[in-house]
């Protein structure tokens, strides 16, 4: 298994069954794919779908219907299309549970950036800013270090998206909880040890009383 994979697997013990869920941009999008078959979760996006499917079969795309990064998905029996407005409602309201997220930058107080590298054009925030402070959990799917440069940080250094809003981190190489003593490696991927981690990351790592081996779906 790829990196993404790995990530995609592990965030998809996430969720339980009932759930909510919003999806980021990319790696989180493959989530829903690795589900466990007992766990059954209604996935919002925020362009106005609420029972967002799998990815239409070669042959059957239905180009009216797409999700917030502009790839064509499916709808479920029983899904719901409305406007942004009543859409951004149930973000803003507090009704979704786990919102899962790419990420530039996470630092040790949970701080996130995730929209912007200085000096290049973006096209803007988009609904991150809401889903951050909306949602009941904010996980972050990333690969841990960008050509070998770290993710993670004691302090972030591009702009922020939001404060102190992540709840866990998951990447190739750990899962990571943000926490009042900074971050926690709760469990590592097999054959990664603690010490990879660490130098792997601009930031102090604690462990977890308990660290087990990251289980995947």
Not at 153 to 176: M, N
Request: aromatic share 6%; net charge negative; hydrophobic share 45%.
């Amino acid at each position: 298994m790829n990196a993404k994979e790995i990530i995609a697997r592990r965030a998809a013990l996430e969720p339980k069954d009932g759930d909510l869920i919003n999806l980021g941009i990319g790696l989180p999008t493959m989530v829903p794919e690795h589900l466990p078959e007992d766990v059954h979760v209604y996935i919002q996006s925020e362009n106005g779908i609420l029972g967002v499917g799998p990815k239409p079969e070669e042959g059957h795309e239905d180009w009216h219907v797409f999700d917030a990064g502009g790839s064509l998905v499916t709808a479920k029996p029983g899904a719901m299309f409305f406007d942004s407005a009543y859409s951004f409602s149930l973000i803003r309201g507090g009704h979704v549970d786990i919102t899962f997220l790419g990420a530039l930058q996470v630092d040790e107080k949970g701080n996130l950036a995730s929209w912007m590298i200085p000096g290049k054009r973006v096209p803007g925030m988009g609904g991150a800013m809401d889903l951050v402070v909306g949602a009941k959990r904010v996980v972050i799917t990333m690969e841990h270090t960008l050509k070998g440069a770290p993710k993670l940080f004691s302090t972030c250094t591009y702009p922020l998206t939001a404060v102190s809003v992540v709840d866990r981190i998951i990447t190739e190489l750990a899962v990571i909880d943000v926490t009042e003593r900074g971050f926690v490696v709760k469990e590592l991927a097999e054959g990664v040890t603690f010490e990879d981690v660490e130098r792997a990351t601009d930031a102090t790592l604690h462990k977890a009383d308990k660290i087990i081996t990251m289980p995947l779906a």
